[in-house]
C-alpha cells in the first residue's frame, strides 16, 4: 500500500527566506504526485503535479518541486517566502483507479509559520 | 464558479446518533471523492463515486458507512450509530468527466464531533 511521509510537523521561516519542505514516498508503481496546501477554514488547493516527463515542476505562488526517484522523495520548495505564505501543506501520492483517475494518500502536513 | 461547498461545517452527534454529511460538487463535475482525516493524520480516501454509481470503495468503514451520489442533488455520506472514533474532519472532492489525471477540488470539509 502507497504512504507518505512529511517528517517536519512545524516549521517557521522568516519572510523572505528559502524554503524547503519534505515529502518521502513509497508506492510500487511510477508515482502521481502532489502537493496541496490548506489555509484555515478553507479547502485544499493544489499547488503542483508531478505524472511523468522533467522531475522538476513548477506550480503555483512561485512553488516548484523536485522528483527524486532514488530517494523517494518529492521535497517543495520556494526561494522567497511571503506572509501569505503561511498554511498547511501537505503531500500525496495518487494510486490508480479504474478509470485514470486517482485516489490519494496524504501525509500528515507540515504547518508553516512565517514570521517578520 | 462556487467551489465545492459542504454542510455542515460543523456537526455534534452524540453516540449512537446519525450524521449525514453533505458534498455540492464544482458545477460540471459528475466525479465525487470523499476523504477522512482523524486527529494528527493525513487525510484518508473513504469512497470515489460518479452519477448513481460507487466507482470505489475500497476506504470506507466496513460497518456504519455509506455514501451515495444521486442523478439529482448533493453527495451524501452517512455514519448510522457514530462512535467517539469517527470524530474527525471529512473532506469532499470533486473533478470533471473527461479524461484522466483529474485534478481534485476540494471543499472546507466537515467537522464531526461525536460526544
Known amino acids: 500500500a502507497q504512504s507518505v511521509t512529511q517528517p517536519d510537523i512545524h516549521i517557521t521561516v522568516s519572510e523572505g527566506a528559502s524554503l524547503e519542505l519534505r515529502c518521502n514516498y513509497s508506492?510500487?508503481?511510477?508515482?502521481?504526485l502532489f502537493w496541496y496546501v490548506q489555509s484555515p477554514g478553507q479547502g485544499l488547493q493544489l499547488l503542483l503535479k508531478?505524472?511523468?516527463?522533467?522531475?522538476l515542476v513548477q506550480g503555483i505562488k512561485g512553488f516548484e518541486a523536485e522528483f527524486k526517484r532514488s530517494q523517494s522523495s518529492f521535497n517543495l520548495r520556494k526561494p522567497s517566502v511571503h506572509w501569505s505564505d503561511a498554511a498547511e501543506y501537505f503531500c500525496?501520492?495518487?494510486?490508480?483507479?479504474?478509470?485514470?483517475?486517482?485516489?490519494?494518500?496524504f501525509g500528515t502536513g507540515t504547518r508553516l509559520t512565517i514570521i517578520p | 464558479n462556487a467551489g465545492v461547498m459542504q454542510n455542515p461545517r460543523h456537526l455534534v452527534r452524540r453516540r449512537g446518533q446519525e450524521a449525514r454529511l453533505r458534498c455540492s460538487p464544482m458545477?460540471?463535475?459528475?466525479?465525487v471523492y470523499w476523504y477522512r482525516q482523524l486527529p494528527e493524520e493525513g487525510l484518508k480516501f473513504m469512497v470515489y463515486?460518479?452519477?448513481?454509481?460507487?466507482?470505489?470503495e475500497s476506504g470506507m468503514p466496513k460497518e456504519r458507512f455509506s455514501a451515495e451520489f444521486p442523478k439529482e442533488g448533493p453527495s451524501i455520506l452517512r455514519i448510522q450509530q457514530v462512535v467517539r472514533g469517527d470524530s474527525a474532519a471529512y473532506f469532499c472532492?470533486?473533478?470533471?468527466?473527461?479524461?484522466?489525471?483529474?485534478?481534485?477540488?476540494f471543499g472546507p470539509g466537515t467537522r464531526l464531533t461525536v460526544l
Open positions: 508531478y505524472f511523468s516527463g522533467d522531475t
Open positions: 472532492a470533486s473533478s470533471p468527466p473527461t479524461l484522466r489525471n483529474n485534478e481534485q477540488f
Open positions: 508506492y510500487g508503481a511510477t508515482p502521481y
Open positions: 458545477k460540471g463535475h459528475s466525479h
Open positions: 463515486l460518479q452519477k448513481e454509481n460507487i466507482i470505489d
Open positions: 500525496a501520492v495518487g494510486a490508480h483507479l479504474g478509470d485514470g483517475n486517482e485516489k490519494l494518500t
